[in-house]
DNA sequence: CTTGGAATGTCAACAACACTGACATAAGCT
DNA sequence: AGCTTATGTCAGTGTTGTTGACATTCCAAG
């Protein structure tokens, strides 16, 4: 049973069966390391009162300024009420602001001002920390694997978000 | 700024260039995947009067019949009380059993009932299907360097569960 | 044998983050 | 004028996590 085999592929002289065992492997691999990538940043925000709710917002205004809350509703994939939980708090307490669209009025722009930037900052930097040791320790051929299977682990609008934002940043 | 050098490694005749830039999309092509990665298990949760939380219970109670609670508040990372939530509604439901250890009495050993092992595998089973998939389009190189990648970026004692996990299922 | 500590379980309170449903407002479109 | 879209808000609920306090059981060391 453990060496039942689920599938196989093939790649160059390579063959990679897709064992149950392999599968797992990979399962756990991605529970234990997405605990790895959370970790700092969570640890910031645990002293603030924020949460990583509020880590994934800032991250994606810094990263598309101006961005319509609509937008950021799909790229979240929550709801409106819960991100507008957080946008309000981040609104409050000075590191969002939200300016009324100058060619349709109903839509709010999002941008982050110079203590939202700051803070984007300090939370980007612990996790990207994180994320160049791992990328330097395995290897310029291991990343170019590991973001490969990512892409095609998503959900297909996951896909299109992500690589819309991939290519806006180039 | 988008193209400032962060750090550079060498391997083979391939020189990558760790820019923020491309740490930023390993950080989001994480985030957006895991989003994938999780979301079989939890359409069919959802339906139950269970959470992600449960999953993962019952993943490690099967990989590894007969752990302990203690051992598996480690592999979880949680508190003791949020553990046992889960654990007693699970154990209510018939899904769990839980036996006074032989030789430590204090100590409870966790079993998968009939009723468990149907669950887990069909949450297994779904998850398993992205990732073999997954895993098909990537192809075997991208696979290896996906799990290479994913071990630099664990937590220290995370990385060594793994490891005892991956070890013990061979 | 007594005492200390470890493993477990339980109760209560709370916070973060998600959800649904309902409703309001303003603005754009036909 | 009427329908739709974008946004915000209120109220309620559920899952998952946290702390703190306390009880029980049992092993092990003095």
Redesign the interface.
């Known amino acids: 049973m453990?060496d039942r085999r689920?599938?196989a592929?093939h790649?160059g002289e390579?063959?990679?069966f897709?064992t149950?065992?392999?599968?797992?492997?990979?399962?756990?691999?991605?529970?234990?390391?997405?605990?790895?990538?959370t970790?700092d940043p969570d640890r910031i925000l645990s002293d603030m009162a924020y949460g990583r709710a509020h880590h994934?917002a800032v991250?994606f205004i810094n990263?598309a300024p101006g961005t319509t809350v609509n937008n950021l509703l799909n790229i979240l994939?929550v709801t409106k009420q819960s991100l507008n939980r957080v946008l309000r708090t981040l609104i409050e307490d000075g590191l969002v602001e939200s300016r009324v669209g100058k060619v349709d009025k109903r839509e709010r722009h999002l941008f982050l001002t110079p203590d939202g930037e700051a803070l984007e900052q300090k939370l980007?930097d612990a996790?990207?920390a994180?994320?160049?040791?791992?990328?330097?320790?395995?290897?310029?051929?291991?990343?170019?694997?590991?973001?490969?299977?990512?892409?095609?682990?998503?959900?297909r609008e996951?896909?299109y978000?992500?690589t819309r934002?991939?290519d806006s940043?180039?």
């Open positions: 453990a689920a599938g592929a790649s390579t063959l990679l897709l149950d065992e392999q599968l797992r492997q990979g399962i756990e691999a991605m529970f234990f390391a997405y605990r790895g990538f970790a994934r991250h990263r994939g980007s996790q990207r994180r994320m160049r040791m791992a990328f330097r320790e395995a290897g310029p051929e291991a990343v170019a694997g590991f973001r490969t299977v990512l892409e095609a682990m998503m959900d996951m896909r978000a992500y934002l991939k940043g180039l």
